[in-house]
Every structure is written in C-alpha cells, then in structure tokens.
C-alpha cells in the first residue's frame, strides 16, 4: 500500500489557545480516514492547516502526489498551485462557501477554468455529468445557489470538489445536510469514485453510523488531542479511551422505546495525558 | 377556535417563479402542529421541509407564489392567518418577533458576521423582554451554558469566525429558546453538533418545552434524533405529505414505501442487507414519482428491523 499522506505533530494556536496539539496520522491512498470528537475539538482547524487554508504553528505534513513526496509546508504558493487540483476541499458550511452571485454553472466550471481544462463545450458536458452524479437535476446548472435547498447546495459543494478529479478530497461534513436515502447514494457514488480513480478521504463527521460505514481507519479528537485512532471497527467494538466510549454511548437509536442514555462524563476518566 | 392546534397548515402549494419557468416547492401540503407537542418532519433533500417553516415565518422571498392557509392560534389572542398578513401588518413583527423563533438550517446565514456573540444573544432578549442590558447579558451567558459552552464569559466576547460550527450552532440555539416562543421551529439545529452534545441539546429542547408547555416543529433526517425527541412525525417527499402519525407508529409501523425505504437507507443498515436488496431499495426509492410500488415483501421485512 502507497502512503498519500503524513501528518506529524502539528500545531495551532489562536492566541493563548492551543487548538491542535501535535497531531500525527498517516493515510494510505485510495483508503478514507474518519475523524470524529467533540464539536470544538479541532477537526476543521485540522484539515484546514493541513491543506494550508491556515498556517499551523509547528509540524510537518507531507503528500506524496504526482509530483513525489513534498512537504507542503515548504512550497511557494507557485509551488502549491498544481496541488490544489490535486487536493480538494467540500467545506462544513456550504452556503457560505458558494458564491451567490454566480450559476451553479459557473461555480462547478470554475475549477476547471481556472486550471484550463478542456473547451467550453466540454466543460459544460462535465458539469452535467457532475450534476446527474450527485443527484441534481440538469436545470439546477442555470440556478443560484439561493434557489436550493441545504442538502442540495451540500451537494454543489460535492459535485465542485470532485469535477477535477482529485486525489485527496477533504470532506468537513459534507454530507450531514442530506436525508439517509440521498446520503446512502453519494457515499455510494465516493466509494465508487474511489475504486475507480483511487481517491483518498479524510472525512470530518459527527455521524458515527456514517464514520462505521464509510471509513477504514479513524481518528477520535477530544479537545485538541487524537485520544484514540485504527481501524473503524476495532475502534467501534472495543473503543480505549473514555471519550470514545461517551461518544458510542450518545449515539441515537431509530426505536423509540430504547430512550438514549448516555455514559454519566463524572465517572470517566476525561483527563489528557 | 382551535382548542387543539397551535398551527393548522391547509393546501399550502408553494410555487417559486424563476426566470427558467416555475419550480413547485409544496403541493398541497396539510398537516397541523398540536399544542404541547413536538413534531418532527422528515423527508428527502429537497422535499420543501424548510419552504414549509419558511412559509410560517413568512420568509419566502418574492418570487414564492403561494395558495392555501397558515392559521395560527396563539395562546391569548385572535387567531392569525399568516398567509394573507400584510407586509406592513403589526401582527408580523408579533410573530416573527416572539410568537415563532426559529433555528435556521445554516448558522452562519443567521449570525451577524461583525457583532459578538454575547451582543446577538443577549439583543434577542432585550427583543422580548423588558430588562436593563445587565439583567440579558447574564441570562445570555446562563443560556450558553445550558446549550453546553463552556468559558462563557469569554466567548461571549469572540466574533462568529472564531466559532466552530457546533458552536455557532449552539448559539442559535441559545437565541430562539431565550425568546419563549409559543412556536419553535428548528431546521436540522443538530446536525453540526457531536452526539453527546446533541443528546444535551434534544434533553434541553424538550424539558423547555414540557416547562413552556408550547410546541416545537424539529426538522430533521437522522431518525434516531426523531425517535428521541419526537411525538409525532410529518415525513414528506418531493412536496407533498406522504405519512402523517405518533412516532412510534411511524417508525415502528411505517405505512408508506418511502418511509421504509427511508429507514432501510439508515447508515449501518446495509450492514444487515445484501448488495442486491440495498440496490433494489434504491432503485424503488428512485421510482417513487408516483408514490406507489414499492418494497417487496422481503425489504418490508428488512426495513423494519433496527440497527444499532
Ligand atoms: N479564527 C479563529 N480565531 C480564534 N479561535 C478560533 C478560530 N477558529 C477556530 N477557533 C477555535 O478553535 C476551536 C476549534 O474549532 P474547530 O472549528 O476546529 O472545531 P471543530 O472540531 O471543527 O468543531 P465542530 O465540530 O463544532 O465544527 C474552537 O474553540 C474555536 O473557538
Ligand atoms: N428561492 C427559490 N427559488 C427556486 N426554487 C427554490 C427556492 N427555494 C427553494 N427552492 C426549491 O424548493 C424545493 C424545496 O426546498 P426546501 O429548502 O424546502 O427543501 P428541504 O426539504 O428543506 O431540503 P433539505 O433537507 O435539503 O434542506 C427544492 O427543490 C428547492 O430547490
Ligand atoms: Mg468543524
Ligand atoms: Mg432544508
């Protein structure tokens, strides 16, 4: 197996907070690595300085993509460029990261233009293409971004993402805003994207049923610490760490007669090492 | 005189105007929102869940064509037909501004980009309540921490760029209850949220509603959030009411195809299914237009066991 990507001891503050404290994981490729914990843990700020949308304050991440191993860290923004084809983002608020004044048209065909991929012809047969792919209907391509409902504007931001084909994509809960029925079929259509093109995930999310589904290997954040990380079902069936136990503990069950009751936090052990 | 409902909703058919013809959001949607109950919509993406609460708060921007009714019945007053309020009607401001809060399906949309946070929460109850700025700055703070900040005092003095999504989240939350409405709308208020945040926020949402004795309308897709919270359920699909009834009956007896193939495409699910079955499920869940053909007697059977 080919490693795609290795994080080590990253680091990020805002002001006196420590935010990540040395983080280190590393990702085969063509293989989805689930990321859960706390909301306010540190997931988004993570992935963000991974992909350098923020500068971290220490520690290294290296990609092994077309152009060999490189610490992207280290790259000019000229360097980076051919990297953002490579590497993409499906951000946790999809309306905020649409712009309201362009076509859904024009937001799917911009990657594309601004990496000067094809003719306009064909640019716009692929954008179809994307959009039959997430489940949108061909007219949405003439709308805004306005006109569409949450789940549906998650899935612009999906369709975006995956038009260039990448190799990495990063989703910060990009599915959450869909109904099961729709979300089964686009984590159906990531993992066929994945055993056709050999994409690699890391995949932000609060759904621990989705995170058992969809991914290999995952990775438990509780306040700034990976508490816990391996494979999906080991992690599932005999979770280490209280925090993951709290986590399984909350997980709602689809009976109504089995009322949710999670673990009690004043009888765990929630103290960093 | 409604002595039972809050809200009834007749025929509402929403239909927006677009320079590429019309979209039809709602078609005939009825259903009411008793008093002192939670109800729960689900529903495909898409299916006019947040056209429906927009439509209560008469939020729909111009190009929304609507026909049918939306009567309130507020606790001490006159009914209200919401839908044919005027624009400049006082009785809007009442409405928007205390009878109904809502939680929007997106935070960010929902928070000013250039105030504090502990400024927006403690503005909601100078809205709705007479007290010195003093008295809503500390029942601000006292309602994040309900909503499970923590150092609140000192978030309260961060910008909204500086949250997580959770916590934006939580913070509009903490603004539609600080405001006592006799109507609660919450579009998908847990989806950013991890599960042992969201089991606090359901236990909170409720015990406010069982102390308010109002009710609450949640919209949501994870089923388990609505086993937990809900009394009854509304499931909708491409803009109209397919299944209307108590929760148990919905999820434990579903009577509509679509609402099994809705609790068969649970995550975790496929686990206990063939490829083939879950393929088939798929496809019949595609064929729906019509709303009828579905699910043989062998994913009936699969759709009704639970997952855990
Ligand atoms: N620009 C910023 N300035 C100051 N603090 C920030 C900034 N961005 C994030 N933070 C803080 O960093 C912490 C982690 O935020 P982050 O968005 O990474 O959490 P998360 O794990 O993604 O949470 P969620 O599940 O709620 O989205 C939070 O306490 C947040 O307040
Ligand atoms: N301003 C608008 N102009 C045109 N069409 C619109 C507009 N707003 C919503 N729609 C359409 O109305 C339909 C219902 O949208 P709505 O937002 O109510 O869906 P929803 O059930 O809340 O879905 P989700 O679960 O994805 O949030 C969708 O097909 C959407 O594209
Ligand atoms: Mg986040
Ligand atoms: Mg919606």
């Known amino acids: 197996m080919t490693q795609l990507l290795s ?13 990540v404290n040395s983080v280190s994981f590393d990702v085969n490729e063509s293989s989805t690595l689930g990321i859960v914990g706390e909301s306010g843990s540190g997931k988004t700020t993570l992935v963000r300085s991974i992909l350098r949308a923020i500068d971290p304050d220490s520690g290294s991440v290296r990609y092994n993509g077309e152009a060999g191993w490189q610490n992207l860290h280290e790259l000019s923004a000229k360097e980076l460029l051919p990297l953002r084809r490579e590497v993409q983002m499906i951000f946790q608020d999809p309306f905020a990261s649409l712009n309201p004044r362009m076509t859904v048209q024009t937001i799917l065909e911009e990657p594309l233009v601004i990496h000067d991929l094809g003719d306009k012809a064909w640019r716009k047969q692929r954008v179809m293409e994307m959009l039959e792919k997430v489940q949108l209907d061909p007219s949405s391509a003439a709308r805004f971004p306005h006109a569409f409902s949450g789940g549906q504007r998650q899935r612009i931001g999906i369709a975006r993402a995956l038009i260039l084909e990448p190799r990495l994509v990063v989703c910060d809960e990009s599915v959450s805003a869909l109904d099961v029925s729709v979300q089964s079929q686009i984590l159906d259509l990531l993992k066929a994207l994945q055993s056709e093109l050999g994409l690699t995930y890391l995949f932000v999310a609060h759904d621990l ?4 589904e969809f991914c290999d290997e995952v990775l438990v954040m509780y306040s700034g610490n990976v508490v816990e990380q391996g494979p999906v079902e080991e992690v599932f069936n005999s979770p280490d760490h209280d925090y993951t136990r709290l986590l399984l503990s909350a997980i709602p069950s689809p009976d109504p007669d089995e009322k949710l009751d999670p673990l009690d936090r004043a009888t765990l052990n929630l103290q960093l090492a | 005189m409604s002595a039972n409902n809050l809200v009834s909703i007749n025929n509402l058919t929403v239909e927006f105007k677009t320079e590429l013809g019309s979209v039809t959001a709602l078609k005939d949607v009825s259903f009411d929102l008793p008093r002192n109950c939670i109800t729960a919509v689900v529903g495909e993406s898409g299916s006019g869940k947040s056209v429906t609460s927009n439509s209560i708060m008469r939020l729909l921007p111009d190009s ?24 400049k009607d006082p009785r809007l401001r009442s409405l928007r501004g205390g009878l109904v809060s809502m939680v929007f399906q997106e935070p960010m949309t929902a928070l000013s980009p250039v105030h504090r946070i502990g400024d927006q929460v403690a503005e909601a109850v100078l809205c709705h309540r007479e007290v010195s700025k003093e008295a809503a700055w500390s029942e601000a703070a006292s309602m994040l921490e309900q909503v499970g900040l923590t150092d609140v005092q000192q978030k309260m003095r961060m910008y909204p760029f500086e949250f997580s999504g959770g916590m934006r989240q939580r913070v509009i939350i903490a603004m539609a209850l600080i405001c006592h409405p006799q109507l ?11 599960v042992t945040i969201q089991a606090e926020i359901l236990v909170l949402i409720k015990s406010l509603q069982q102390k308010l004795q109002n ?9 388990g959030v609505v086993a937990q919270v809900a009394d009854r359920v509304v499931v909708m699909y491409d803009g109209q009411v397919l299944e209307v009834g108590d929760v148990k009956q919905i999820l434990k007896n579903p009577q509509h195809p679509y609402t099994c193939h809705l609790l068969a495409s649970m995550p975790g699910a496929e686990r206990r299914t063939t490829k083939e079955s879950k393929q088939k499920n798929w496809a019949a869940g595609a064929a729906l237009g019509g709303g009828t053909a579905l699910a043989t007697a062998e994913d009936g059977r699969q759709v009704r066991e639970f997952v855990r």
Do not use: M, W
């Open chain 2, 184 to 194: 609660l709308i919450c579009d998908e208020p847990t989806t950013a949220l991890d």
């Open chain 2, 215 to 223: 009710s609450v309308l949640f919209i949501t897709h994870d089923l």
């Open chain 2, 64 to 87: 929304a064509q609507t026909s049918g009714e939306i009567i309130l019945y507020p606790q001490k007053s006159e009914p209200i037909s919401i839908t044919s309020l005027a624009e």
């Open chain 1, 209 to 212: 049923r989705v995170v058992r």
């Open chain 1, 7 to 19: 994080v080590k001891n990253l680091c990020k503050s805002f002001g006196d907070q420590l935010i």
